[in-house]
């Protein structure tokens, strides 16, 4: 009592801390936690356009990737442990492949009883020559036919993203009024080299992708590589003569309705087949002789309907990242 | 074979690597085009040929294409010296962008 | 085989097929097959609960006419089927309570694919749940990823955008991940189905063969549905995802689709490798730190925030936290925890996405904790939905919240290793989130706010309160008649062995 | 290091790859080039797939000639996943590549960090 | 069906619709549901407690958690004085409450905490217990904050900070005893098997301790007794009543239950959770009547008393000696009602006069002459001065205090005790000389009669009574309890 230091400095000791939690003056929430919503508690619009104010030049300041040290060296440290990661992970991967059973080797775990009986009664139970035709389409079409709904989910995301439409007032939508609706309109038109080159390949190509298709299981290829060779000539065409001609054989309606039989037909087959299946019921699809164009039961048709799911959805992504639409 | 394969596993890595170390987006596009036409090549030698069919139409034919769009919409195939404005434009972007909106 | 067997076949291909009908049909009628799947995939999966409760024993299906390891395989089992409901319920209730705010958000064109992707959704989870197959389980990993990337985005706004591309980038490296690791276990076993690989790992185990690639496939997997499930340290896309996109979305993407990789994860753990495989490598040692922090510093972000949704966002990076904790603990009981900790999460977490869509409502749309003041006045019902979800939250006991830390305590002190690091994390975490919860309650109830908004009564939002009240329900069931439910948990955990 | 790292050449490819398109997916600042990394990334992993699958001389699993004898072919699985794959990675490429057009229409670039700074000070 | 549920469901049922309730009653119509509600409480928890069976399962919350009530004496002594004091102060809440905005809020939320402190009285398990506890919690802390100043909801929060963290505390305690027992269920004696010297036995030690900080909290023990003087003043008044004189006993009853019947008396004695507990009431008993010694504002001052002489019967309860525990049932009665008087009369205080700080207080028992009477006889009461309640409590507590085998406390214990009611005597007559003897300067002229409304008067008058009476007979419940003690110790 004796000596009385000054307030400011009392206010530092460590003696002033503990008698006003003593005391209960001292509060949990008091700026740590509570603080900021309190402080606006009637909220003062001017003082509330303020606090943006320097909020946004706090920000600026943050943000300011040249001149801000620390967020440059948390960068630098970020760039530095990714790579220090991703060595470590091939470092890993390696050690990992030096033990893994050798590459070419005839005897080893993947080669067993399931290749070999795929490989050796694959004809006879599915009726396909091309035996990984016969392996995604029958013995595990399951998972092919997950996968024909990643592609049609693809689709509906991109149809969300990039597909222009007006509302019912017939104004466009202004979150996407940005966007560009037919960037073709800036390039040259009726390029008579692109078209005759187009005009003589584009036969070719289709023809070559339904072969494709309904080779798929007779020999390499199937559905998808043909339809995306479909989707490949259709490009070509409507590069070399427009929108305008495409959309003559070709709308969104077209392809919804395409889309929606092929998935459909795909779904409703496998469910046949794998309802039938997992009853022990006899399936009353014929598997035809090995080697002709209509044999292997089912595995013909899904090709085909993959195939235009495929080549319809390839044509209709360019489209829609070309012009928003069909 | 052997050896056919190594080249073409080298190929891929130098694509892969110089994809990474490409300024131009139109060549990293261009790269991983070949890119995916060496990886079906090397499926043809890993007798895998409904792999390579694949591999060649959807990676080397649409996949690139869609990429080469993209890179029309977003103004990126420019002649070169458009190239540079527009890297002048993005860097000034953040100051301007803001206020666009 | 019973006709009830071919109910999970069922499920999921009428939800898959209801995708693709959903693309031709305008809004109000895709709205109404959405509805009336979810309700039908809802009241199978309670039928064959029922059913398998009955027969006390698991079963396969055969996908096509070829047995085990040569065709594809699901399989129902308790848990499987309790998910599978569960699931159908919180979705459900989800899109009806967020349907009046679906149309202020997207464009109306695209009303109908919102549904598409909300169907395909439900049949990737239900794929996710039932399946025996790991790449089966990878290419519907790949449709859940894609399709909530779509729900995120459909809501056209800048930030919507970006978040999805944040999101899929880490899903994809996450995808990447998972299926490498499963490449490297095909190559060492051999096989894709869950249970010839699970023979082959305990073969290998017992031979002492490839033991580094055994586990380092183990831990690629797991790294990947970590990533994918949003995990503490690779949460960074999730606040703007579930902060910005509509309710309905946000709802169903924090409470299932990260709960889906998780599902996969334990059967994955169960199903492949062997819980006592796992639980014997240092993969949960990682787990159960992870788990930790993000428990902590998931809460620390919340209490940061200014923006009713981003809370609840940040929110549920710690409770994913205690799910992954949970795994750590390496005990029977520690799963039984995270389990139950999914379904409580699951339940409160789209409740209080729901309620704060109703008080924001009343607030002028803003989300800012300033806008939001005496917001529980003026719509009375999402105000109470709101406290209740935080009482649970915090965990007063009668709400679920209270059981599943009540069972990972009870977990933890069987544990002597992990015990006090649990119980001390436990009790910051819950006094954390008690905190910015009781924060967010005190701030609705505050008498100072803004009365120029308008009020909100029952009849003005019937769906809205009534799908709230349901959730309540649901919480106030999970927290004071759990014994069944862990009861049938362990009971499914028993059937995966 | 195990004994096979020489003979499983392909694989350590592979590898390699995939940590290239890793390394990219994560470090790029460009979102084009992200994707190109994604793609890269899975490519990596069907190759590592196909190496799995083939058996030294023997032919691609399509019949030839009736001989349905397991010694005659390579393992058809692998294809079947990789089938599968390139599937996925195809829906996958397109849907980021649609983002990121939204995402240049809206904020005039393609590096997510100067977007999401541009974010920061749009949306307080 | 089940009676024992009536007087806890009924008020929280009743406080429920009030608050759902969207328009805004009419004053009188108001204070007439609330003022029958908590009439027809009281007689339903009398009559519980007098006629209805003693237990009841609810349900199972877990396969061996049961939901379960049960009566014994300690409810009996604890619920009486919840009513009591309840009913007081929500009479004078009738008239204090007057020019308060959202007074339906504050009834409803009262008479939910009501018959949440009735369930913590009938609480027949620690998890029971454990539910009711934070639930009083949650539905008392919206009548601190009520006034909705920028202070209250500050103080608010942080009793809630507060209440939470020692709740949370203890729920590990409950964590690791689940380990430990088969049951929570209350058994007088206690139910663990375990000997303190075993292993299991020492970390259960440190189990109690963490539970006795952590109910401690609610009972303004020393670490965590911050709380306390900021939620008061910035509470209501009757609040504040039911605050100080009730809802804090429920620490006292926490740690009653757990530490004489989960853990039993025997398992503690002599240990070193017993001298730290010693301590630490001994600290908080000294350091509470030294801060309201010093300290202006009346309601502050009487909060640091509140935390003062709970750690008298905190210091009871710890000593484990039968004397002492009886000294300490008494004095929760006693400081109950006392207390509750105090804070009634400062906030008849507050809103006739204004006035907040003692200093400012000249006269105030010319102008007030009933209340500051009954403010004298509770002031002796609670320094200790026979024939009131305080007395008897007191001097059983240092009876037992000297009794009880404790060490070095047995001397430290009554003088710590004998100092503090002198300071006891310090920080409260000073009102009662000021407002009776107003020295010199005071104007006679300006004096003007304004003894408050009778809403305000009885209840107050009623529990000056009640306070007088305990001391005057104290054996009608020593002689309930004599039995019942023993039994327990």
């Known amino acids: ?326 | 074979m052997t050896a056919f394969q190594i080249i073409l596993m080298g190929l891929l890595i130098i694509c892969a690597v110089s994809v990474s170390f490409s300024k131009n987006l139109l060549n990293s596009v261009l790269i991983y085009m070949s890119f995916s036409l060496v990886m079906s090549l090397l499926w043809i030698c890993l007798e895998s040929p409904d792999l390579a069919i694949t591999e060649a139409a959807v990676g080397a034919g649409i996949t690139s294409v869609l990429f080469f769009v993209t890179l029309k919409k977003i103004h990126a195939i420019n002649v070169a010296e458009k190239e540079e404005e527009q890297k002048a434009t993005q860097r000034n972007l953040p100051e301007n962008g803001g206020k666009d909106e | 085989m019973d006709f009830v067997c071919n109910f999970p076949f069922f499920s999921i291909l009428i939800s898959l097929f209801s995708g693709t009908i959903c693309s031709i049909l305008p809004e109000k009628a895709a709205k109404a097959v959405n509805r009336i799947v979810i309700a039908a995939v809802g009241v199978m999966s309670g039928i064959l609960l029922l059913y398998l409760l009955g027969t006390g024993e698991s079963f396969v299906y055969w996908m096509g006419h070829f047995p085990a390891p040569w065709g594809n395989e699901i399989r129902a089992g308790v848990l499987e089927a309790g998910m599978a409901l569960f699931f159908c319920i919180i979705m459900y209730l989800s899109m009806a309570g967020g349907a009046h705010k679906l149309f202020d958000e997207v464009e109306e064109s695209k009303h109908n694919l919102y549904y598409i992707l909300i169907n395909l959704l439900l049949s990737s989870l239900l794929a996710l749940v039932y399946t025996n197959d790991m790449f089966t389980a990878y290419v519907f990993v790949e449709i859940n990823t894609i399709s909530a990337c779509g729900l995120i985005m459909i809501r056209q706004v800048g930030r919507t955008i970006e978040a999805a591309v944040r999101y899929m980038i880490m899903s994809l490296l996450g995808s990447g991940l998972f299926l490498f690791g499963l490449c490297i276990m095909y190559d060492l076993t051999g096989h894709l189905l869950m249970s010839n690989i699970k023979e082959s790992v305990a073969l290998l185990i017992q031979n002492g063969e490839y033991q580094i690639p055994l586990i380092v496939s183990v831990t690629l997997m797991c790294i990947g549905l970590c990533i994918k499930s949003a995990l503490f340290p690779f949460h960074a896309w999730l606040p703007d995802a579930y902060g910005y996109s509509t309710v309905s979305s946000a709802a169903i993407l924090s409470s299932l689709v990260s709960k889906g990789y998780i599902f996969l994860l334990i059967k994955i753990i169960y199903r492949v490798i062997g819980f006592d495989i796992f639980n014997s490598t240092r993969i949960i040692d990682v787990l159960f730190v992870f788990g930790l922090m993000g428990m902590i510093f998931g809460s620390l972000s919340a209490i940061k925030e200014n923006d009713i949704r981003r809370m609840i966002a940040y929110s549920s990076v710690a409770q994913i936290g205690y799910i992954y904790m949970g795994f750590g603990m390496g005990t029977q009981a520690g799963m039984v925890a995270s389990v139950f900790h999914i379904l409580s999460h699951a339940a409160t977490k789209s409740l209080l996405f729901i309620a704060a869509i109703g008080l924001t409502e009343v607030s002028g749309g803003s989300r800012k904790f300033i806008d939001l003041t005496g917001a529980g006045y003026r719509n009375k019902w999402a105000g109470v939905a709101f406290t209740a979800g935080s009482l649970s939250m915090v965990g007063v006991p009668l709400f679920s919240g209270f059981i599943s830390k009540l069972l990972f305590a009870q977990a933890a002190v069987q544990v002597e290793g992990k015990m006090l690091a649990t119980l001390i994390v436990l009790g910051i975490s819950t006094v954390l989130n008690a905190i910015y919860f009781m924060k967010t309650v005190i701030r609705i109830y505050a008498t100072t706010g803004d009365t120029s908004y308008p009020c909100i009564t029952f009849k003005d939002m019937k769906v809205h309160a009534i799908v709230l009240i349901f959730f309540i329900l649901l919480n106030i069931i999970l927290g004071v008649n759990s014994q069944p439910i862990v009861n049938m948990i362990e009971q499914g955990l028993a059937m995966f062995a | 290091m195990g004994p096979n790292l020489w003979i499983n050449y392909g694989e350590a490819v592979a590898a390699i790859l995939f940590c290239i398109g890793f390394t990219n997916l994560l470090l790029q600042t460009n979102l084009i080039k992200k994707i190109i990394g994604l793609n890269i990334m899975d490519s990596a992993i069907y190759l590592f797939l196909a190496e799995k699958g083939y058996i030294a001389g023997r032919t691609a699993p399509i019949v030839t000639d009736g001989v349905t004898n397991v010694e005659a072919y390579i393992n058809p699985i692998p294809s079947g996943l990789v089938l599968t794959g390139i599937v996925v990675s195809v829906s996958v490429s397109a849907l980021m590549l649609s983002l990121t057009i939204r995402l240049y229409i809206r904020y005039h670039s393609l590096d997510l960090d100067e977007i999401a700074a541009q974010l920061k000070k749009e949306g307080r | 069906m089940y009676p024992i549920l009536l007087p806890i469901l009924f008020p929280i049922l009743a406080g429920l619709c009030l608050l759902v309730y969207r328009k805004d009653l009419e004053r009188k119509l108001l204070t007439g549901i609330t003022g029958s509600c908590l009439v027809i409480t009281g007689a339903l928890v009398i009559s519980v407690l007098a006629l209805a069976k003693k237990s009841l399962i609810l349900f199972y919350l877990t396969e061996t958690l049961p939901i379960y009530f049960q009566i014994d004496e300690i409810s009996v002594i604890f619920s009486v004085l919840t009513v009591v004091v309840f009913v007081c102060a929500g009479f004078f809440a009738f008239a204090y409450m007057k020019h308060e905005q959202k007074e339906k809020r504050y009834y409803g939320f009262y008479l939910i905490a009501f018959g949440v402190l009735n369930g913590l009285c009938f609480a027949g398990n620690l998890i029971t217990f454990y539910l009711f506890f934070e639930l009083l919690t949650l539905s008392s802390f919206p009548l601190v904050l009520h006034t909705g100043t920028r202070e209250a909801i500050m103080a608010g929060l942080k009793y809630l900070f507060y209440s939470l963290c020692g709740a949370y505390a203890s729920l590990y305690g409950i964590y690791f005893l689940y380990r430990h027992c088969d049951t929570l269920t209350f058994t007088a004696g206690g139910i663990l098997q375990a000997s303190p010297a075993s292993p299991d036995g020492r970390f259960l030690l440190l189990v109690a301790f963490l539970m006795i900080l952590g109910f401690g909290v609610k009972a303004g023990m020393f670490p965590m007794h911050a709380w306390l003087p900021t939620a008061h003043p910035a509470a209501p008044a009757p609040a504040s009543a039911a605050l100080s004189a009730v809802i804090v006993k429920a620490g006292v009853l926490a740690l009653i239950r757990v530490i004489y019947y989960i853990f039993g008396a025997d398992f503690l004695r002599g240990s070193w959770v017993q001298t730290a507990w010693l301590t630490l009431a001994l600290v908080t008993v000294f350091m509470g009547s030294m801060l309201a010694y010093r300290e202006p504002v009346l309601k502050k001052r009487l909060a640091y008393s509140t935390v003062s002489q709970l750690s008298y019967i905190l210091f009871g309860l710890a000593v484990m000696d039968q004397d002492a525990f009886m000294g300490g049932l008494l004095h929760v009665l006693a400081h109950g009602f006392i207390k509750g008087t105090l804070f009634l009369i400062a906030g008849a205080i507050i809103f006739t006069t204004g006035k907040t700080r003692v200093d400012e207080l000249h006269g105030i028992g010319k102008e007030m002459p009933l209340t500051m009477w009954c403010y004298t006889i509770v002031s002796l009461g609670l320094i200790g001065i026979p024939p009131t309640g305080g007395f008897v409590s007191k001097w059983y507590l240092a009876i037992g205090g000297l009794a009880g085998d404790i060490g070095i406390f047995r001397y430290i214990g009554p003088a710590v005790l004998l100092i503090s009611a002198l300071l006891t005597a310090g920080y409260l007559l000073p009102l009662t000389i000021r407002g009776f003897f107003p020295g010199a300067d005071y104007d006679y002229n300006a004096l003007q009669k304004r003894e408050p409304a009778r809403l305000m008067t009885i209840p107050i008058l009623f529990m000056t009574i009640l306070s007088v009476l305990i001391g005057l007979f104290p054996n009608i419940i020593t002689d309930y309890l004599t039995k019942f003690v023993s039994s327990l110790l």
């Open chain 1, 1 to 326: 009592m004796s000596k009385r230091k000054p307030a400011e400095e009392y206010h530092k000791t460590f003696a002033f801390h503990f008698f006003s939690w003593l005391r209960g003056e001292k509060d949990p929430y008091l700026g740590n936690v509570e603080m900021k919503p309190q402080k606006e508690y009637e909220p003062d619009p001017e003082l509330h356009l303020r606090h943006e104010k320097e909020h946004d030049a706090i920000l600026d300041k943050v943000y300011d990737m040249k001149h801000n040290r620390a967020l440059g060296l948390f960068h630098r440290l970020y760039q530095a442990t990714s790579i220090l990661f991703c060595l470590f992970l091939m470092a890993l991967l390696l050690v990992t492949i030096s033990h893994l059973p050798a590459t070419g080797a005839a005897v080893k775990p993947v080669n067993n009883e399931v290749a070999a009986r795929y490989i050796e009664s694959g004809l006879e139970e599915t009726g396909a020559v091309n035996i990984v035709a016969g392996m995604i389409l029958d013995y595990r079409a399951f998972d092919t036919l997950g996968e024909s709904h990643v592609l049609f989910v693809a689709t509906i995301t991109v149809l969300i993203m990039l597909r222009l439409d007006k509302n019912k007032k017939g104004e466009p939508n202004p979150l996407t009024k940005d966007m560009n609706p037919n960037d073709r309109i800036y390039e040259p038109k009726n390029d008579a080299i692109l078209q005759m080159v187009a005009s003589f390949l584009v036969p070719i190509i289709i023809i070559f992708g339904i072969y494709i298709i309904l080779n798929g299981h007779l020999g390499p290829g199937g559905g998808f590589s043909g339809g995306a060779v479909i989707g490949a000539g259709l490009i070509l065409y409507l590069n070399a003569f427009g929108f305008g001609k495409t959309e003559r054989f070709f709308t969104e309606k077209t392809y919804k309705w395409i889309c929606f039989f092929s998935l459909s037909f795909y779904c409703l087959a496998k469910s046949y087949s794998f309802y039938t299946g997992a009853n022990h019921l006899h399936s009353i699809i014929p598997k035809g002789t090995p080697g002709a164009i209509l044999s292997s039961g089912l595995i013909l048709p899904l090709n085909i309907a993959v195939g235009l799911v495929v080549a319809c959805t390839m044509y209709a992504f360019y489209a829609m990242f070309r012009k928003g639409g069909f």
